[in-house]
């Protein structure tokens, strides 16, 4: 067998159909695609939904959406740090351990409560409001990266 004795399955190719030629032509005139309408005209984009919202466009706004790009912080707050001892040094490993925070993500300390005993605590980000509470209770409040 050579080259030029290469072809084609039989029926696997057809001639290209000539749409469009004219009302009197068997395919004239509206050349198959019915009458009228969005899909008589032009191409539909991809996605589109009939001038519904598209699906990527509702995404964002449906349950369970997590958006990348923002930082998300475990929540407590300063009255729930009164289950530690006096002088005790309170890092986000020592919170998990507690069970206070669930996730390992990072940790933000809230200013609701008060703060009765001086505790060192150490976690990535505060309120002003924690931070005014825990060293008015003689502790302190460190940021860690």
Do not use: C, W
């Amino acid at each position: 067998m050579k080259l030029h004795h290469l072809k084609p399955a039989p029926g696997s190719k057809s001639k290209k159909i000539r749409v469009g030629r004219g009302e009197s032509g068997r395919r004239g005139k509206t050349a198959g695609r019915g009458t009228k309408g969005q899909k008589a005209r032009g191409q539909v984009r991809p996605g589109f939904e009939g001038g519904q919202m598209p699906l990527q466009r509702q995404l964002p706004k449906l349950k369970g959406f997590k958006n990348r790009n923002k930082e998300y912080f475990a929540l407590i707050n300063v009255g729930r740090l009164n289950q530690f001892e006096a002088g005790t040094e309170v890092t986000p490993e020592v919170l998990r351990a507690a069970g206070l925070v669930k996730h390992r993500g990072r940790i933000k300390v809230l200013g609701e409560g008060d703060i009765d005993r001086p505790l060192a605590v150490r976690a990535h980000a505060f309120s002003l409001g924690a931070v005014e509470k825990i060293k008015a209770a003689g502790g302190s409040a460190d940021v860690v990266d």
